[in-house]
């Protein structure tokens, strides 16, 4: 599918399949084609919507800074989903993509009818711990600004988060990683970070028992902060499912894709069922 215009900003786009709409967004420094394998999975039952996101790859990178905080990012998502012409979706992300969907479900309910959120993090609740990850996080945009491209993916792969990929990803799928993180632009990444980043979005934790919708939480089990989060945000959300994924880490969607993959289907199958 082209590009699709949402209020002058490019995004590229790719909906396959036909029936309820499940949009799949991707994380940081990655692209829409991460979720290719959950698309051949979905694709038979649901019409998947795939992205990638304000700021990644081959969707625009405006100047302005307003274009990438979480208000905005919410309700340009929720307005291309209508100009493709679905009232909801589900909405399933992973890290960056999983904070978003939940925004979108606690910011605009009716826009939809599940969420699947992987290594998702609902903010951070204390004011000066905010602050400090925003300081963090303006330090990184300004290295993305100051070093290039190429030193930011060297300093981001070499990260203990991604140990678990090192160890399970077969050196093919890693060379792939590496050149889908070289294929960013600095300058969106680092407004990515500044509109989007832990530090300036906004905590929902308080939030979360309004989001009565089915939510299923996911984790890998080695990635120890996203199972503690997604067990805290299931203590919280209503109708909440969560599932652990044993030998995954940081992006269990590509190191155990299969178990994954049937885990989404099988919640959104009965999400539909219950809908």
Sequence with gaps: MPYIEVDGLPLMVDKIGKGPAVVLLHGFASEGRTFRPLVWTLDREF???????????TSGSPIALTRY??????????????????????????????????????RHPEAAWAIALEA????????????????????????????GLSAFVDEWEALPIWESQRRVLSPQQLEALHIERLSQR??????????MGLGAQEWVGDRLPQVTIPALL???????????????MSASLPNATLTILEGAGHTA???QP???NEAVLAFLREAVARD
């Design 186 to 195: 600095a300058k969106g990444l680092a407004n990515v970070v500044r509109g």
């Design 218 to 232: 996911l984790a890998g089990s080695l990635d120890t902060a996203a199972c503690e989060a997604a067990r805290g």
């Design 120 to 147: 998702t993090s609902p903010g951070i609740q204390d004011a000066e711990a905010r602050a400090r990850q925003r300081a963090e996080d303006e330090a990184l945009a300004a290295r993305l600004e100051t070093n």
């Design 253 to 255: 969607h590509l190191e």
């Design 69 to 106: 905080e979480m208000p905005r990012v919410v309700d340009d998502l929720v307005a291309l989903i209508h100009t493709l012409g679905f009232e909801r979706a589900a909405w399933v992300g992973h890290g960056l993509g999983g904070n978003i969907a939940l925004q979108v479900a606690v």
């Design 258 to 260: 299969e178990a994954f």
């Design 47 to 57: 019409a998947t919507i795939s992205l990638d996101l304000v700021g990644h790859n």
